[in-house]
């Protein structure tokens, strides 16, 4: 078996520019890789995603049961493993991916305020996509804990990015959706065995994106 190594956190967490540095560092390294982002929005699999995110089935994140729309993207994860990466993972590829079924767990399960209920969730998740589909499971977590006071501020100018347009998808434009995602987060970042990768400093300020990027790879090489 390969490899599996994800970036995580809430919106505009720097997800993107983490994913990009360590792909650039891994070259630099002269190690074989693969990349996968999800939602996978060059993939017709992801057309569900991409009507959830428009609005289309609610104008809101918690108009829609996070059960379903969590089938959403576990499709889109298992047309792309299947189609894209199965066999390199099998024979023992590293896989860098920009999400996974952790942000199930974070922008899903973050819709449900009672704890039992929130873990009934969680355990059917875990279930569908690892053991129903078979998805591998992640060697290594990277949630990138970004305070919702920042985060929001970071993609207040940013581009949707399916749309590349200014208008925000249903997850973006609900600051209460990204609040209860990041402290859903925090929660599963000690259940799930997380590697949690503080974004702010003790004094308030952002940590540049070298100084996280190299405590990132720095927990990667101790898998490879």
Known sequence: MGKLFVIEGTDGSGKETQFRKLQERLKEENLEFRVVNFPNYDNPSSSLVKMYLSGEFGENA???????????YAADRYATFKRYYEDYYNNGGIILADRYTTANMVHQAGKIKDKEERKKFLDWLWDFEFNLYGLPVPTKTFFLSMPPEYALSLIEHRDNKFTHTAKKDIHERDKSHIVDSYNT????????????????????????????????????????
């Open 185 to 224: 987060a925090c929660e599963l970042v000690n259940d799930y065995d997380w590697y949690e990768v503080k974004c702010v400093k003790d004094d308030n300020t952002l940590r540049t994106v070298q100084d996280i990027h190299e405590e990132i790879y720095q927990e990667v090489k101790k898998y490879l």
């Open 62 to 72: 918690k108009d829609v049961s996070p059960y379903i729309a969590s089938t959403f």
